[in-house]
């Protein structure tokens, strides 16, 4: 660049200058546009759990709203300042045809009574704060038409501030005859922490975790020989 401008005149010289003045300011604009969209992007399908909505998320993994038992329990984060909370499933995205409102709760989660099998419903969660109601972004939950897998039933806070001492249970599956828990330290589950072994009723009371420690739970049902 300072090659082909050595021979030009003044004049030349301040209308190279701006032209790359302006080119600058183009690609900071850009580089601008580009990062406020890569910080606000939301996957498809998956709104309430990357919502841009501060200080509250969906709680379930993405796999389990795919598959979700009719009858499961959907579980969220504190929103501070909230004190009620409520869920309501329709049957389509204009949020039209509603087929179960929760009413108002205190608690952080919410089992499901009304759901049927083999559907896909649009959830919207509501949270009251100062005496004003907000709201997540519309997300889908699809129901199972037949659940295979064990879920957590213990209240959310009871797992937020599991005591040594407790006990963690989960739902029953249909054909299982063994259910094993799994402990981690990590969420990429490969610091192992504490397992239950083969256990035959649906809880399980661990013995090594320690006090003021983040663990990571996966429960697997045994059915027909197979582990899921």
């Not at 606000?40 to 919502?51: A, H, K, Q, T």
């Not at 969906?58 to 984060?77: T, V």
């Not at 889908?140 to 295979?148: E, P």
């Not at 504490?194 to 649906?202: A, K």
Request: aromatic fraction near 12%.
């Amino acid at each position: 660049m300072s090659a082909l401008a050595t021979g030009c005149t003044s004049d030349a010289k301040e209308t190279l200058t701006n032209a790359v003045s302006r080119i600058q300011d183009a690609g900071e604009r850009l580089v601008d546009a580009v990062g406020t969209a890569a910080k606000n992007f939301v996957p498809e399908g998956l709104e309430g759990i990357f919502s841009g909505t501060p200080a509250i998320r969906i709680l379930n993994p993405s796999e389990e709203l795919s598959e979700f038992d009719p009858a499961g329990i959907l579980r969220w984060s504190m929103a501070s300042g909230a004190d009620a909370y409520e869920v309501w499933a329709y049957r389509d995205s204009s949020t039209t045809q509603l087929q179960e409102f929760s009413a108002a709760l205190t608690s952080r989660q919410y089992q499901f009574t009304k759901l049927l099998a083999g559907q896909t419903y649009h959830i919207k969660l509501y949270f009251r704060v100062n005496g004003s109601w907000q709201e997540l972004p519309l997300f889908a939950l699809t129901t199972a038409t037949q659940v295979v897998k064990p879920r957590l039933s213990n209240p959310q806070d009871e797992l937020d501030a599991f005591g040594q001492g407790g006990a963690l249970r989960w739902s029953a599956v249909s054909g299982a005859d063994i259910y094993e828990v799994w402990f981690y330290r990590d969420a990429s589950l490969t610091a192992f922490a504490e397992t239950s072994g083969p256990v035959r009723i649906t809880q399980f009371q661990p013995a090594t975790l320690k006090t003021g420690t983040t663990y990571y739970v996966q429960v697997y049902a045994r059915v027909n020989g197979v582990f899921k």
